[in-house]
Every structure is written in structure tokens, then in C-alpha cells.
């Protein structure tokens, strides 16, 4: 805790992060004060400890869990001042489930008190924001992820993981890319030849637990399509696909048109429905598949051939019967084509 909070000065009234904030009675205020002091005042604090044991034992959880809520508006606070300006366009809704908390807590929201013994409110999943319930549809969508308090890197939601380790685009991504582009992208099948199975797990493994630092080199894994399957594998895990379950309709309207020039137009409307992150991350892909498919006398992969690789694991529908599925994957590889091919007019 920084030194200088209001309840530090000894003897005076408590003052809460809030004035209207609804904490404990204000008789309490001299002991608060006194449990929180250090030297001549910690001696004053034994005294009175000799005296009211029971009203300190009391009131000493609180102090631990007022110092902890204000530290976390504190924290929040730095973190949005210290965010780089492209954070703010990342806009993320908080993943609130309601929680019991363990003594007395407030809203980060309203800063009132949270009363009652269980379910006294709601925590963000992903940042640890506790607000009541009744605040939580107030709360605006800055939800800024602990990485900590993620899941792993494979199976995390795109944005929350972009914002979480506060870049622009997921590190497996761009990791990934900037490999296989440094290796030449004239390997024959890049992208379709599958890389040994327990090798891809291990890289999947190794972003898992180390993040940036994870070892993708070639001194590492040799062979590249390794990575291609790695970050293949990314995409198809990710919870929401790159092609969000919301933003899917659209492509498939686009995919319909027939007049080439109408199409191509429909399809960068339906770009604008992405999420920022799942935009930027799709124009990466897309540029690096692109730089790809001109190699192909080289690697043999033409846009088509990529599309058919890319397509399913990129978009799909949210309710999946075989018909849909059928039907959409003609869908799908198309788009994914016309993506590639016009990536320089789309994004
Ligand atoms: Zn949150
Ligand atoms: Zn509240």
C-alpha cells in the first residue's frame, strides 16, 4: 500500500475511498487508524488491543480487505492511465459470474457497500472486478484481463488475451508468422502437410506456459510445419473463431452475391462487424496468406489450395447441422479465397 491513505493518519475520523460509501460504523475509525500506523503508534495500538481485544480482532479482516479494494481501484486507475492508446480501441465486456466474498468488500462501481453473507455480488473472471449485481450492467466494457486469471494461451478468448499481455495482435500469431516468413514460405505444402502431431503439442504446450518466450526457432523445431500446425491449431481452438459467431452471417450474405464487384463490397461491410482485435488479427493472416499464395510455384499453394485449409478453421456457424455445414463450407472457402486474393482493397 502507498503510504499516504487517508486512514493512515492516526486519530482522525476514517475517511472511505467514497463519502457516500456505506462501511463500518464510525466509531470503529480510531481503531482502524491505529492497526494501520507503525512505531510510537503501534504501541498505542498494543494498549488499546490489551484493552478492547475482541472489538480489534474484529475489525483487523477489515482493514486487510479495505487496503486490498483500495489498492485494486488504485491499480485499475494506473492501468488506464499507463494503457497505449491502441488498448483503448480493444473495447472488452467484463466476464462477471456472482461471487461469495469472504468479509466485507465494496463496489468498484458505486463504492458502496456490499451487504449480506453470500452472493453478495459479482467478479470479473478475467480482471477480478467486484461490483454488485445491480451494477454490473453499468460498468463500462474496460475490462483490462490478468493474465494470471486467464486460461491458457490455446483456448483463450482473442481479446482477452490480446489485451492481457497489452499488444495488438495474440503472440502466437505473430510469432508464428514471423517464423515461417523468416524460414522463405517456399516449403512444397506449406500449410497443408501436417507436422508431427506430439511436436505441434509441444509447441501449443510451450505458448501455454511461457508465452512470448516461448522457443519456436528452427534450432528448436525444424521443421516449419510445426508451426503451421501450431498456429493452424490456435485458430481452430480459439472459444469465439476468428470469424465471430455474430460477424458470420454477414460473410455468408456477402458470399451469395454474384456480381464479383457487389460482393467483394458486401464483404468488407461484413469486415466492419468483426471486433477490433479479431479484425486485426484477420488482416495479418490474411496479408501473411497472401504473401504465401505468391510463392506458389514454389510451395504449390495457390489461394484456392489455402482457402481449403484455412476455411473451416477460421468461420463456422453457430449452430452446426450438416446441411449448414455443408452448404457453408463451399461458403467458407470462397471467402477465404476472395480474403486473400483482395486482402490490399478489403482491409
Ligand atoms: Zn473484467
Ligand atoms: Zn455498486
Redesign the pocket.
Same mark, same amino acid.
Given at each position: 500500500m502507498p503510504s499516504a491513505q487517508p486512514w493512515e493518519a492516526a486519530g482522525k475520523p476514517v475517511q472511505r475511498p467514497v463519502s457516500e460509501c456505506a462501511g463500518p460504523p464510525a466509531s470503529t475509525a480510531p481503531q482502524l487508524a491505529g492497526a494501520q500506523g507503525g512505531g510510537g503508534r503501534g504501541a498505542a495500538l498494543t494498549a488499546r488491543r490489551v484493552q478492547r481485544p475482541a472489538s480489534l480482532s474484529l475489525w483487523q479482516p477489515l482493514k486487510i480487505f479495505a487496503c486490498s479494494q483500495l489498492g485494486s481501484l488504485v491499480r485499475r486507475a494506473a492501468l488506464l492511465r499507463d494503457a497505449p492508446d491502441h488498448l483503448h480501441k480493444y473495447e472488452k465486456s467484463h466476464n462477471f459470474k456472482v461471487h461469495t466474498f469472504r468479509g466485507p468488500h465494496w $463496489?468498484e462501481? $458505486?463504492?458502496?457497500f456490499m451487504w449480506g453473507l453470500i452472493a453478495q455480488g459479482v467478479k470479473c473472471s478475467d480482471c477480478g472486478l467486484n461490483?454488485?449485481k445491480? $451494477?454490473c450492467r453499468l460498468v463500462p466494457t474496460d475490462c483490462q484481463p490478468d493474465p494470471r486469471r486467464l486460461p491458457k494461451v490455446f483456448g483463450c478468448d482473442l481479446t482477452a488475451l490480446v489485451k492481457a499481455h497489452r499488444g495488438r495482435l495474440p503472440m502466437v500469431v505473430e510469432m508464428c508468422i514471423g517464423e515461417i516468413e523468416a524460414r522463405g514460405l517456399k516449403s512444397e505444402g506449406l500449410y497443408r502437410v501436417s507436422g508431427v502431431s506430439d511436436l505441434v503439442e509441444e509447441v501449443r504446450t510451450a505458448f501455454d506456459k511461457e508465452g512470448e518466450k516461448a522457443d519456436i526457432s528452427a534450432k528448436a523445431y525444424e521443421d516449419v510445419n510445426v508451426i503451421t500446425g501450431a498456429l493452424k491449431l490456435y485458430f481452430r481452438e480459439l472459444p469465439t473463431p476468428l470469424v465471430t459467431y455474430q460477424a458470420y452471417p454477414h460473410f455468408v450474405e456477402a458470399a451469395k452475391v454474384s456480381d464479383p464487384a457487389e460482393r467483394l463490397e458486401q464483404l468488407r461491410r461484413a469486415l466492419q462487424t468483426l471486433p477490433p482485435a479479431h479484425y486485426d488479427t484477420l488482416h495479418c493472416l490474411m496479408a501473411h496468406l497472401h504473401r504465401v499464395s505468391q510463392q506458389e510455384k514454389h510451395n504449390l499453394m495457390s489461394s484456392e489450395n489455402l482457402s481449403i485449409v484455412f476455411g473451416p478453421t477460421l468461420m463456422r456457424p453457430h449452430e452446426q447441422d450438416v446441411l449448414a455445414t455443408l452448404n457453408g463450407m463451399r461458403h467458407q472457402r470462397l471467402l477465404v479465397e476472395l480474403l486473400i486474393r483482395h486482402v490490399q482493397e478489403l482491409f
Amino acid at each position: 500500500m502507498p503510504s499516504a491513505q487517508p486512514w493512515e493518519a492516526a486519530g482522525k475520523p476514517v475517511q472511505r475511498p467514497v463519502s457516500e460509501c456505506a462501511g463500518p460504523p464510525a466509531s470503529t475509525a480510531p481503531q482502524l487508524a491505529g492497526a494501520q500506523g507503525g512505531g510510537g503508534r503501534g504501541a498505542a495500538l498494543t494498549a488499546r488491543r490489551v484493552q478492547r481485544p475482541a472489538s480489534l480482532s474484529l475489525w483487523q479482516p477489515l482493514k486487510i480487505f479495505a487496503c486490498s479494494q483500495l489498492g485494486s481501484l488504485v491499480r485499475r486507475a494506473a492501468l488506464l492511465r499507463d494503457a497505449p492508446d491502441h488498448l483503448h480501441k480493444y473495447e472488452k465486456s467484463h466476464n462477471f459470474k456472482v461471487h461469495t466474498f469472504r468479509g466485507p468488500h465494496w $463496489c468498484e462501481y $458505486c463504492a458502496n457497500f456490499m451487504w449480506g453473507l453470500i452472493a453478495q455480488g459479482v467478479k470479473c473472471s478475467d480482471c477480478g472486478l467486484n461490483v454488485h449485481k445491480q $451494477c454490473c450492467r453499468l460498468v463500462p466494457t474496460d475490462c483490462q484481463p490478468d493474465p494470471r486469471r486467464l486460461p491458457k494461451v490455446f483456448g483463450c478468448d482473442l481479446t482477452a488475451l490480446v489485451k492481457a499481455h497489452r499488444g495488438r495482435l495474440p503472440m502466437v500469431v505473430e510469432m508464428c508468422i514471423g517464423e515461417i516468413e523468416a524460414r522463405g514460405l517456399k516449403s512444397e505444402g506449406l500449410y497443408r502437410v501436417s507436422g508431427v502431431s506430439d511436436l505441434v503439442e509441444e509447441v501449443r504446450t510451450a505458448f501455454d506456459k511461457e508465452g512470448e518466450k516461448a522457443d519456436i526457432s528452427a534450432k528448436a523445431y525444424e521443421d516449419v510445419n510445426v508451426i503451421t500446425g501450431a498456429l493452424k491449431l490456435y485458430f481452430r481452438e480459439l472459444p469465439t473463431p476468428l470469424v465471430t459467431y455474430q460477424a458470420y452471417p454477414h460473410f455468408v450474405e456477402a458470399a451469395k452475391v454474384s456480381d464479383p464487384a457487389e460482393r467483394l463490397e458486401q464483404l468488407r461491410r461484413a469486415l466492419q462487424t468483426l471486433p477490433p482485435a479479431h479484425y486485426d488479427t484477420l488482416h495479418c493472416l490474411m496479408a501473411h496468406l497472401h504473401r504465401v499464395s505468391q510463392q506458389e510455384k514454389h510451395n504449390l499453394m495457390s489461394s484456392e489450395n489455402l482457402s481449403i485449409v484455412f476455411g473451416p478453421t477460421l468461420m463456422r456457424p453457430h449452430e452446426q447441422d450438416v446441411l449448414a455445414t455443408l452448404n457453408g463450407m463451399r461458403h467458407q472457402r470462397l471467402l477465404v479465397e476472395l480474403l486473400i486474393r483482395h486482402v490490399q482493397e478489403l482491409f
